[in-house]
């Protein structure tokens, strides 16, 4: 019957709704007459019936998906808008607004005034980029990155990372066994001057540098950018890639079409380091080496203008080795205590970020050089005296303050930088007769629960075991010389690699063969500059902003799957926010690490540089913008930002065009840089 009524339903003339509400209502009683009221008004409204009808439907609900939809809408509607204007506008506008703003007319850029003073392009320039800076693109991937070919992984707007994040960090990642490539995955550096001109939309790196030369006459064929797989350790740069060799065939044809004029290297941040190496790697003899012979380096290159150099390493490296956290990482921990350690979506943050890192053999180049000779012990550091209470915001009008220098000596004598590590607050101001520490290196490790519950995050703290989280905490206290001890006890395969690759002390004496090893070309204090003494060496960096020396540490709450240890945000003191020690830097890297080797280590005829090649400290103290239409700023002494300092690019335009480091005015210095260096007992 059910069957016939819906057949003659499908019979009947269009308008013959009232009968079909009757038949409804007849097989589903009441509630299908409602129904079919309703539709029957709809269908009402549909012909063009009565409007009134459609009054009695009510107003359709605004639910989250419009609202949405809405704002998305408004946003670009906006931002279009704004674009034509922006593109509509005369383009002296936006200097008239800015000239209104800061009550003149701007200055002009570096290369504008120079090109006024009549310099010209002389020297080819190259850059050497550093870590992270450098942009990485997918050549073979597996299946969930199979539309990403020749895309960036790294750098530009990093959208994979939101889209695939699980994905993502597969592909980052190196094997944890060679340092390579893992299996069916290639990713290889970006080419050319994109490389690293910009990090990501808006964000320059080496944009206005280059910029600023091309205004003097530099174009392509003189400027060139040394990118590399920044992940990788130095020497497998060239295993791989082929790297050095690359950048040894550029630099000599960029010498011989300019009628061999030497080259103006320019490195930023671990660039430093991979130059120092690659120059000794240029002249050694094949295999290990380049085979350029030891004239090479005298042969091509007139400078080396190093900006910030991290050349006797980071402390911040060893924290984020360590836990996977720095100071920008422990106050996120703070704000929202446990978030980055929670299972969102699948995706243990910080766990992934220690797996997918520990993997990345260049951050081991980093780890502090020198030990306790050069960063300090229990009960010393070379900058003791620091005056923590300097550091402030400015710009470059600001008037000196007098501070109460008695009171800051006697405050910051307390502080003690050379304990690297610290577990619990108290234990960093104790003296050292005070410290009850008890020998982690002996401690047996033990499987963890989390062991066989996360093997999608698993980090070598998940085979080391409760008894062994506790160890390493009871010994309290670590100081640059027991920082490597304590790597090689919680990270084991990270440091044999990094082992292989990497060394981190001071020599006896370099005349030994063993130094003949590629480990040993980025360690300072561990190889010789080159026979070169027409050359000049440069350490430029800023001064100025608070930069992470030390940290306070804690036990993580005990849980599976997070990392056991984490920086105490509670902690607070003197020169101490936020469980982390300032001193005087960039932001990243410590006066100590930037400053030191051109100050001492290789000023004048050392065994460290035989052939006494010219050395020049030149800082650049911090001044924030004065408007917001000054960007990141002209004045800045930050890591990344001075790359955008108009003092460092006049200072880099004129040696390019020919100047030497006594004509840009010698050494230029505003920190403590010289006194700290005196204090350091190093055999010359």
């Not at 204007?85 to 002296?92: G, H, K, Q, V």
């Not at 069916?184 to 910029?211: E, M, N, Q, T």
């Not at 890192?357 to 010393?380: A, E, H, P, Q």
């Not at 239409?629 to 006049?650: C, K, M, P, W, Y």
């Amino acid at each position: 019957m059910l069957r016939r009524r819906r057949g003659s339903a499908g019979k009947r003339p269009e308008n013959s709704e009232p009968q079909s509400d009757e038949i409804k209502k007849g097989e589903n009683g009441y509630e299908s007459e409602e129904k079919s009221s309703s539709s029957s008004e709809n269908l009402n409204l549909s012909d063009g019936s009565s409007p009134a009808a459609g009054k009695k439907s009510g107003k359709k609900k605004w639910n989250c998906v419009d609202t949405c939809c809405w704002f998305v809408g408004c946003i670009c509607s906006m931002w279009w808008f704004l674009l034509f204007l922006y593109n509509a506008m005369p383009a002296s506008f936006p200097q008239y607004v800015t000239e209104a703003i800061t009550g003149g007319p701007l200055s002009d850029p570096p290369g504008v005034k120079l090109a006024k003073d009549g310099l010209k392009a002389k020297h080819p320039v190259v850059f050497v980029p550093g870590i992270v800076t450098g942009g990485l693109e997918l050549w073979e991937g597996h299946s969930c990155a199979e539309e990403l070919f020749r895309k960036r992984l790294w750098g530009g707007t990093f959208g994979e990372v939101y889209k695939r994040p699980l994905c993502w960090v597969e592909h980052m990642s190196l094997d944890n066994e060679t340092g390579l490539d893992p299996p069916g995955i290639k990713i290889r550096p970006v080419s050319g001057l994109v490389a690293a001109d910009y990090f990501a939309p808006g964000y320059f790196v080496w944009a206005v540098l280059i910029a600023n030369l091309a205004r003097i006459g530099y174009e392509d064929k003189n400027m060139y950018m040394a990118a590399y797989d920044w992940r990788l350790s130095f020497q497998n740069t060239e295993v791989r890639d082929q790297t050095l060799s690359r950048i040894k065939s550029n630099i000599e044809l960029m010498v011989a079409t300019s009628g061999g004029k030497k080259v103006v290297v320019v490195p930023h941040s671990m660039g430093a380091l991979y130059f120092l190496h690659f120059m000794k790697w240029v002249e050694a003899p094949a295999p290990m080496g380049g085979g350029g012979g030891p004239s090479w380096c005298s042969d091509h290159i007139k400078a080396v203008m190093n900006i910030g150099g991290p050349f006797l390493g980071l402390p911040k490296v060893v924290s984020g080795l360590f836990s996977a956290e720095a100071k920008d990482i422990a106050i996120a921990r703070g704000i929202a205590p446990g978030f980055l350690d929670k299972d969102v979506f699948g995706f243990q943050t910080l766990q992934h970020v220690m797996r997918m890192t520990r993997t990345w053999d260049s951050t081991m180049s980093m780890i502090i050089k020198g030990g306790n000779t050069i960063w300090g012990g229990l009960d010393w550091s070379p900058e003791d005296g620091h005056q923590c209470n300097n550091f402030k915001k400015k710009n470059i009008n600001d008037q000196p303050e007098v501070h109460n220098t008695t009171l800051s000596l006697f405050n910051s004598s307390r502080v003690k930088y050379g304990r690297l590590l610290s577990f619990g607050n108290h234990v960093a101001d104790l003296h050292s007769s005070e410290i009850e520490s008890v020998d982690f290196r002996g401690a047996i490790k033990g499987n963890n629960q989390a062991n066989t519950t996360c093997r999608a995050v698993w980090t070598e703290y998940h085979d080391m075991g409760i008894d062994g989280v506790k160890a390493i905490a009871d010994y309290k206290v670590y100081t640059p010389d027991s920082i490597f001890d304590l790597l090689n006890f919680a990270a084991p395969k990270m440091m044999k690699r990094g082992g292989a690759h990497f060394s981190y002390g001071i020599a006896d004496d370099l005349s030994e063969e063993k130094y003949n090893h590629f480990k040993y070309w980025s360690d300072p204090l561990e190889t010789k500059l080159p026979n070169a003494p027409e050359m000049e060496i440069f350490s430029m960096y800023g001064v100025g902003i608070p930069t992470e020396r030390a940290y306070v540490y804690k036990l993580s709450p005990a849980a599976e799957c997070v990392i056991p240890f984490q920086i105490d945000t509670s902690a607070e003191g003197h020169c101490l926010k936020g469980g982390v020690y300032s001193v005087d830097g960039d932001e990243t890297v410590p006066v100590l690490s930037a400053g030191f080797m051109c100050a001492k280590g290789w000023r004048g005829k050392t065994r460290f540089n035989p052939s006494g090649i010219r050395t020049f400290v030149r800082e650049y103290s911090h001044a924030a913008p004065a408007t917001f239409l000054e960007g990141r700023g002209t004045q800045s002494g930050g890591h990344v930002d001075i790359l955008g300092n108009f003092a460092l690019i006049e200072d880099i335009i004129r040696v390019a065009a020919g100047a030497t480091g006594e004509d840009i005015g010698g050494d230029q210095v505003h920190s403590d840089i010289l006194k700290w260096s005196e204090r350091i007992k190093l055999k010359l």
